[in-house]
């Protein structure tokens, strides 16, 4: 059954801690995203990888990172210099190209403690 | 720059009515596609349609309709038939090299 997965559903951070949100595809999809929605707001490009070993920041990387060391996974890791991190993020995968539709997982819950 | 508007925050219709969702954009671009996404209360983010830039024949599934202006960059969803599982943000999207700009959001809900 193909798909996108994210874990976990719900995550919780303290102050000045770092934590790695996780995303999965096994839809052989080249393109993997990560986007924060925050109420009232559409989706914001985070961070994107259109092959493995690479990638570039979006619209608001400022405060997180990335690895592509696989191409099924894209985890995402919002660091302590990211100030304002409670938002629900969702990430994305796709084939390569404009006509490529992207597909999202079930996204992850960010509440800062 | 590439901007997406949606201009209705939140929009209500009664079951088996029908209702459009506007949507304008802008961007320099000549080749792009253009792409309606809905969001339940679950979050999870569904396709509902999308659109070539350079077809001119307006995209059609099922109660789900588009109405493509690109002179005016515009593309409005037209929902047919509107269902109570209908209710959902939706969010109108432009694609460029290999990234989607979204608009903020249109929230519609479906009356019984």
């Known amino acids: 059954d193909g798909g996108i997965t994210q874990s976990p559903k719900y995550l919780f951070r303290k102050e000045g801690q770092n934590v790695t949100l996780s995303c999965e595809q096994n839809?052989?999809?080249?393109?993997m995203y990560w986007y924060r929605q925050d109420p009232g707001q559409g989706l914001r490009l985070i961070y994107y990888?259109?092959?493995?070993?690479?990638?570039q920041k979006g619209d608001i990387a400022e405060g997180y990172s990335v690895s592509r060391e696989k191409k099924e996974s894209f985890p995402l890791t919002v660091t302590s210099a990211q100030k304002n991190p409670t938002a629900f993020y969702l990430c994305?995968?796709?084939?390569?190209?404009?006509?490529?539709?992207?597909?999202f997982g079930p996204g992850t819950r960010l509440l800062v403690l | 720059a590439q901007t997406v508007t949606q201009s209705q925050p939140e929009m209500s219709v009664q079951e088996a009515e029908t209702v459009t969702l506007s949507c304008t954009y802008d961007?320099?671009?000549?080749?792009?596609?253009l792409f309606w996404y809905k969001q339940p209360p679950s979050r999870q983010m569904i396709l509902v349609i999308r659109q070539e830039a350079y077809k001119q024949q307006n995209a059609t599934e099922n109660r789900f309709s588009v109405n493509f202006q690109k002179a005016a960059k515009s593309f409005s969803l037209k929902i047919s038939d509107s269902q109570l599982g209908d209710t959902a943000m939706y969010f109108c999207a432009f694609s460029y090299g290999n990234k989607l700009v979204f608009g903020a959001g249109t929230i519609l809900r479906v009356k019984s």
């Open positions: 994305a995968s796709s084939g390569v190209g404009i006509q490529e539709t992207q597909y």
């Open positions: 990888s259109q092959i493995v070993n690479d990638f």
């Open positions: 839809l052989n999809h080249d393109a």
């Open positions: 961007t320099s671009e000549s080749n792009y596609y």
